[in-house]
């Protein structure tokens, strides 16, 4: 129904916009505040339509705050949203805060240094919708019970972090580095938190200031006519069913000394995903090859889905 739709709309404004800057509270504000009256303030912005204060409950989910830009975009999203669909006209909202715990800081997450605390706050809402105002409301049968992650910021004020349940799920790898004598590094995997498919990850080649050398995609695939990737284990996996431009590709990393490709991937078990034993090298100046890796350069590796960088680790 179309009363449906404007749920899924209000919920998707709610749950995903980006937020804002710092606002300026005073400092007994500040000493005041608290994870629940943070959400609080959230969901009471919401239901009194106030774009200034909604926007202003929200950081992103490693803790660091929204360019102008940013809230331009969520104050104006709020007053369109607002005009579209009236609170009390079209939709009401009724909340109650259950619980608040502590979540851990993750070692595989960038935060900000703004970011000295988070938590996880428990709500059950409950959404009602209805097409006019002619119409009987539609609610939810059941409260929906959600949680919200809230950080505590450095002068004390509390946001809603931004999708951080995306965030908790990042993984992390752990590796090995070893040189040969022909110039070469390998990286082996020695440990992944969570499976995930090589699609989800891409690779940075640094020197030894930090800057990348080399990027790209671990996978093979074709990108809206973009053929990329380093898995030189293609075709040991895709038997009959190899893509030529795919193939060609792959044969070309896998043939080049390292002056064109200076990273390679070896799935080792063929699974088709990041896991323990599979293989970077990165190639370097040696008798066999003519790469640009060298000691005290790093191979880091970075989950798509966030951003994060899952695992580095220093050659030789």
């Given at each position: 129904m179309k009363g449906e739709a404007i749920a899924c709309v209000v919920l998707a404004l709610a749950l995903s916009l980006t937020g804002c800057l710092e606002r300026l509270l005073d400092s007994d504000e500040v000493e005041q505040d608290t994870a629940s009256k943070a959400v609080k303030r959230y969901y009471d912005s919401w239901i009194n339509e106030d774009a200034d204060i909604f926007c202003s409950s929200f950081a992103k989910a490693n803790g660091t705050r929204l360019t102008e830009s940013e809230i331009e975009d969520c104050e104006d999203e709020v007053r369109i949203e607002t005009i579209e669909n009236p609170y009390g006209d079209r939709w009401m909202l009724e909340y109650d805060i259950e619980s608040v715990g502590n979540v851990p800081f993750f070692d595989?997450?960038?935060?900000?240094?703004?970011?000295?605390?988070?938590?996880?706050?428990?709500?059950?809402?409950?959404?009602?919708?209805?097409?006019?105002?002619?119409d009987p409301w539609e609610c939810n049968q059941d409260w929906l019970e959600m949680e919200v992650y809230v950080g505590r910021m450095s002068n004390g004020e509390w946001l809603i972090l931004e999708n951080y349940e995306v965030v908790s799920s990042?993984?992390?790898?752990?590796?090995?580095?070893?040189?040969?004598?022909?110039?070469?590094?390998?990286?082996?995997?020695?440990?992944?938190?969570e499976d995930y498919d090589l699609e989800a990850f891409s690779y940075f080649?640094?020197?030894?200031?930090?800057?990348?050398?080399?990027?790209?995609?671990?996978?093979?695939q074709n990108l809206s006519?973009?053929?990329?990737?380093i898995d030189v284990s293609y075709d040991a996996k895709c038997d009959d069913s190899c893509d030529a431009d795919l193939q060609t590709r792959s044969d070309a990393v896998n043939d080049d000394n390292g002056a064109v490709y200076a990273v390679t991937f070896n799935d080792n078990d063929r699974d088709g995903k990041l896991s323990a034993g599979d293989k970077f090298t990165a190639r370097g100046s040696g008798s066999g090859s003519d790469g640009p890796a060298?000691?005290?350069?790093?191979?880091?590796v970075k989950f798509d889905n966030?951003?994060?960088i899952v695992g580095s680790k220093r050659l030789g």
């Open positions: 595989w997450v960038n935060y900000s240094s703004d970011l000295l605390e988070i938590s996880n706050v428990t709500v059950s809402v409950l959404l009602c919708v209805r097409d006019n105002t002619d990042t993984p992390f790898a752990q590796f090995t580095s070893s040189k040969n004598s022909n110039g070469d590094y390998y990286v082996t995997v020695v440990r992944v938190s080649l640094k020197d030894s200031t930090g800057t990348t050398s080399e990027f790209g995609e671990i996978a093979m006519g973009n053929v990329v990737g060298d000691d005290d350069w790093s191979l880091e966030t951003g994060d």
